[in-house]
């Protein structure tokens, strides 16, 4: 029997989710056994391959490209969890949705105080995908089958979860586990 | 024996004092009604519903509610865990609650109650409103974007301290917490020992320069649940 | 701040004997005096009455028609309740605020606000607008842009009544262009004789003394024996028994206790209190008086909403001159049995107030935020004092029901709710007014008194009542069926019921005092979803959160409003369900169709100069 595979991947997030992921320490062997990594930051691999058993997703939709990268996993995975604060709420990039867009550039881009920007050009290159106008979390944008909030979610907790997932069985984390921060 | 109210909450035989209400009954007995707005010591306010109880059928806050004799309350059933955990979850969602930085975070009574009820992600709209925060104070802070609108501040403030620090200016959506001052809170004669800074339930009303003192792990509700028998009082946290 | 600023504040202050308590009159005293309650008069007001200056800031931001902008010397009030929206309140907001030049919230350099507001008890003569305290109904565009033209040339609004309503609208000390609109059940053209011109009570011609006569030859316990009898229940909408009322504050220990008249009619839709105390003032007062013989009160308050302020000197004329006829005063109708006496407390624009705890809040002059209960009105209301708090309607049927006895009453209504009630009928349909049905009485024979048969939805009660479809038009009027406080508005075939229950939840949105969770929040996440299916944009799930959010607020919330702020949405999902299951679809290829990535990168196109590859 094939081995369950896994994607991973980290939309407006900071990696941290999947460094607390690589904090499995010597489980993540266990973890190399039991699963397939499809794409992921962890292997390199850019596109999913085949249908996985299981996506994570680490941070919320800032921009366009997020939106498609998510809702690609979502037609990939079976099951899709909305791994850590960005991913389940919106997290740190979500600061900006009380600060509206446009007035957000101009502080970062044209009139912050280090700010160095002689030609008081907004970044525009066709490559840079465009902004949405606040960071949606993942179940605004697509369905999603299970939250693993905390910033990040701990090693313990992922590793509680992704082993539910394999066995089938419903995720439930002990108290110490459920962190919102 | 003066006249003791004795009542039942799921199926426990409780008996009152006359004036207690069934939230104080129910801590004398040491049975757990989830709260925010309560605070023993303070006048009943009832404004977070999240004490919501039923009482012989019909909801209440058992925070205002006397115990009548007979009286059959239901605490710790399902259909009010639910409502209850719907509660808090739009209290997360009205503010902007960001636990990851937070300085009340691990000892924040919201935060512990979603952690209680086991909410992973709120199913309800973010609402992200534009909320001020008053640094003007040399030693206090008010970050508006995590204001319950418990009035534990505005009671302590008046009850406690002697002070009339704090209340609330608007009504619905635009109501919000006011100092008693034109501009500011610098302005009030709020101090930073003033117990209605301890009074704040969540990350609203802050002491400066003292945060994060606990690490990760060490905090009120990092190892036990809000309400229970290992959690400390409420009021007796540093 | 000017001197004179601070002898104004100060002098207003001492009117009412620097007392906190009538903190609300002072605030809206200097409001009608300087404009606004701005920092400096909230500074001054604190200072003279010794209460800290957040206390009064809490009380004037509470309230619509206090401010602490400075407003200009007129200010129209243009009400944007969903009949008046129904009826063109679009173009008419359109032509004020052209003809002003200014959007709505703002004021002209010549001293003209423009504000929307919620209902002003006119809908069967909407769209309608307060101007300072003048009414103005059946506006138009043209008519607004008159109104304008002729408040730049004098600013007086009450040169803009030419045109006098019926009845006492045309009284010298009322003087508005208001119409009663008392409809009867058949046209005089069809039924010369009147004999059916349906039942009258409340609206019967003005009482003489004799209902207070009788109420006083008997004992206080009588009086409350006889509304026993009468099954009266309260005409507000909540529909407690009025006897019993009457006997809880009768017995509650104190010597001082309270009637207060509940004249706060805020309810969308209705009007009929405006109607009984434009024509019935004498039948509300006796009632009232009856009421605080029954209950041993010297006291009553008529507590009347800031909108119906255009009847206050016609008002504060009948109660003069009841103290002059001795119905009123030290020794009511000179028995030596009763000393009783009424003031008018005016209301400052918010609807919750017409909740009884609320409305006592506000009359000891603080924010309208209900109160806990326990302890209930009759054991600790108005300053702590036993208190009983009646509607105008039910203290008329009060009056009613001495005069004729309670077996007259009983002929009308059924065994569960007895007499008539008073519909304010308003909408599409041809005859929108008062009606005065017997409880019991089909819905589909008031819209057929109305004129309103094609009626694709009524909402019976107002906002916090139901909204029922065609297969429920054969419900009758009564407490135990389609209970209503007296609001009856028809939406005929063309209208968009969806707009209507969005329309109703942002009234509850702006009424709300805010003050618990379920109520303040729960509200706007019912209009975020009621959005996003209203825009095709919605799932089946999200019609089961909408009755998950509504029934947390109506288990949960503390009072009245939020326990019924949520009844637009589930009534419409039980009764018309039909009309968002044609809006709603179930989710493709796992995306929620709530999210729109078009309208969500838009901004971001727009500041980077270039079009979205993924939309």
């Given at each position: ?181 | ?238 | ?407 007259s009453f009983c002929e009308h209504g059924n065994q569960q709710s007895s007499g008539t009630k008073l519909l304010s009928v308003s909408g599409d349909c041809l005859r929108p007014g008062i009606y ?180």
């Amino acid at each position: 029997m094939a081995k369950p595979r896994i994607a991973t991947t980290s939309l407006a997030g900071c990696f941290g989710c999947h460094m607390s992921l690589l904090d499995i320490d010597e489980r993540i062997l266990q973890l190399a056994e039991l699963v397939e990594f499809d794409r992921s930051p962890i292997d390199d691999v850019k596109r999913i391959a085949g249908r996985c058993n299981i996506g994570l997703i680490e941070g919320g939709c800032c921009n366009e490209e997020n939106v498609a990268v998510l809702r690609h996993f979502r037609e990939h995975c079976d099951v899709l969890v909305s791994v850590g604060d960005c991913a389940t709420m919106g997290g740190v990039p979500a600061m900006r949705n009380l600060v509206p867009l446009s007035e957000c550039l101009r502080e970062a881009y044209l009139d912050g105080p280090t700010v160095h920007n002689p030609g008081k050009r907004l970044p525009d290159d066709p490559e840079l995908p465009l902004l949405l106008n606040r960071v949606y979390c993942c179940h605004e944008v697509v369905a999603v089958d299970y939250h693993l909030p905390g910033c990040p979610p701990s090693a313990d907790t992922l590793w509680a979860a992704v082993v539910a997932l394999l066995q089938g069985t419903p995720v439930t984390l002990p108290y110490g586990l459920l962190k919102f921060d | 024996m003066t006249d003791k109210i004795l009542f039942t909450i799921d199926g426990v035989e409780l008996a009152a004092e006359p004036g207690q209400t069934i939230i104080e009954a129910a801590d004398a007995a040491g049975i757990y009604i989830p709260r925010l707005c309560h605070q023993p010591g303070l006048n009943p306010f009832g404004s977070c519903r999240v004490c919501t109880v039923r009482c012989n059928g019909r909801p209440c806050s058992a925070c205002t509610q006397p115990p009548a004799p007979g009286m059959v309350v239901e605490n710790d059933v399902p259909d009010l865990q639910a409502l209850r955990a719907e509660l808090v979850e739009m209290l997360f969602v009205e503010g902007n609650h960001f636990c990851m930085f937070c300085e009340k975070s691990g000892r924040c009574e919201l935060q512990a109650l979603a952690y209680r009820f086991g909410i992973l992600a709120p199913r309800l709209d973010y609402c992200w409103p534009q909320r001020e925060v008053d640094m003007s104070h040399p030693d206090l802070l008010i970050d508006h974007n995590r204001c319950i609108l418990c009035a534990r501040c505005v009671r302590t403030s008046q009850q406690v301290d002697g002070k009339n620090v704090f209340q609330f200016i608007g009504r619905g959506t635009k109501k919000r917490l006011a100092v008693n001052s034109r501009a500011s809170l610098a302005g009030t004669d709020a101090a930073a020992a003033d117990a209605a800074v301890a009074a704040c339930p969540v990350g609203a009303l802050l002491k400066k320069r003292v945060g994060y003192a606990v690490p990760m792990g060490r905090r009120r509700f990092d190892k036990v649940p809000i309400g229970s028998p290992g959690d400390i009082a409420p009021g007796q946290e540093q | 701040m000017s001197t004179d600023h601070a002898r104004t504040v100060s002098q207003i202050c001492a009117t009412y004997g620097n007392d906190a308590t009538r903190l609300l009159d002072i605030c809206r005293q200097v409001q009608g005096t300087l404009g606004c309650v701005d920092d400096d008069s909230i500074d001054a007001i604190a200072a003279t009455l010794e209460l800290p200056r957040v206390e009064v800031e809490s009380l004037v931001t509470f309230y619509s028609f206090l401010s602490k902008q400075k407003k200009g010397r007129v200010v129209i009030r243009l009400c944007n309740d969903i009949i008046d929206r129904l009826l063109g309140f679009d173009q008419v907001l359109a032509a004020f605020s052209e003809e002003l030049g200014i959007e709505p919230g703002q004021t002209t350099a010549d001293g003209i606000t423009l504000e929307t507001t919620a209902c002003i008890g006119m809908s069967d003569q909407a769209p309608a607008a307060l101007v300072n305290e003048v009414p103005v109904t059946e506006l138009n565009s043209d008519r607004a842009r008159l109104i304008v033209r002729e408040l730049r040339r004098h600013m007086d609004p009450r040169r803009l009544v030419t045109k006098l309503g019926d009845g006492n609208n045309a009284h010298e000390l009322v003087r508005s262009m208001v119409w009663n609109n008392i409809r009867r059940h058949s046209s005089a053209a069809d039924d010369p004789s009147g004999a059916t011109a349906g039942p009258r009570l409340i609206l019967s011609p003005n009482t003489r003394p004799e209902a207070m006569r009788k109420a006083l030859s008997i004992s206080p316990a009588e009086v409350i024996r006889a509304i026993k009898t009468s099954r009266l229940r309260g005409r507000g909408g909540a529909g407690f028994p009025t006897g019993m009322k009457w006997e809880f504050t009768r017995a509650a220990p104190g010597t001082r206790k309270v009637v207060i008249c509940n004249a706060d009619e805020g309810e969308p839709g209705t009007f009929k209190d405006r109607v009984l105390l434009t024509e019935r003032p004498d039948r509300i007062f006796a009632g009232m008086t009856i009421a605080g013989y029954a209950i041993g009160a010297n006291e009553g308050i008529l507590y009347l909403r800031a909108e119906y302020a255009y009847l206050v000197p016609y008002l504060e004329m009948v109660l003069r001159k009841r103290r002059e006829a001795g119905l009123l005063g030290p020794d009511v109708l000179g028995k030596g049995k009763q000393c009783f006496d009424i003031r008018i407390q005016m209301g400052a624009g918010a609807y919750v107030c017409g909740e009884e705890t609320a409305l006592i809040s506000s009359c000891e002059g603080r924010r309208g935020d209900p109160k806990n209960r326990p302890p209930f009105p009759a054991q600790r209301g108005y300053l702590g004092l036993p208190t009983c708090v009646n509607n105008v309607e039910t203290l008329c049927a009060v009056t009613k029901i001495m005069e004729e006895g309670p077996a007259s009453f009983c002929e009308h209504g059924n065994q569960q709710s007895s007499g008539t009630k008073l519909l304010s009928v308003s909408g599409d349909c041809l005859r929108p007014g008062i009606y005065e049905v017997e409880f019991g009485t089909r819905l589909s024979r008031v819209l057929e008194l109305a004129g309103g048969e094609d009626a694709i939805a009524v909402q019976v009660g107002g906002p916090s009542g139901q909204m029922v479809g065609p297969d429920r038009f054969d419900h009758n009027i009564c407490f135990d069926d389609l209970g209503t406080g007296g609001s009856v508005m028809l939406f005929g075939p063309r209208r968009n019921l969806l707009e209507v229950v969005h329309a109703f939840l942002e009234f509850f949105e702006h009424e709300s005092c805010g003050y618990c969770t379920p109520c303040r929040v729960g509200i706007v996440q019912l209009r975020l979803v009621l959005e996003r299916v209203m825009a095709g944009r919605g799932e089946p799930g999200d019609l089961d959160s909408m009755e998950r959010i509504g029934k947390t607020m109506r288990q949960a919330s503390r009072c009245g409003l939020g326990q019924t702020a949520a009844n637009p949405v589930l009534s419409s999902l039980k009764n018309l369900r039909s009309v968002y299951e044609a809006l709603v679809r179930p989710a493709e290829l796992g995306r929620r169709r709530g999210f729109d990535l078009a309208a969500a990168v838009h901004l971001g196109e727009v500041l980077a100069g270039r079009q979205s590859t993924h939309t």
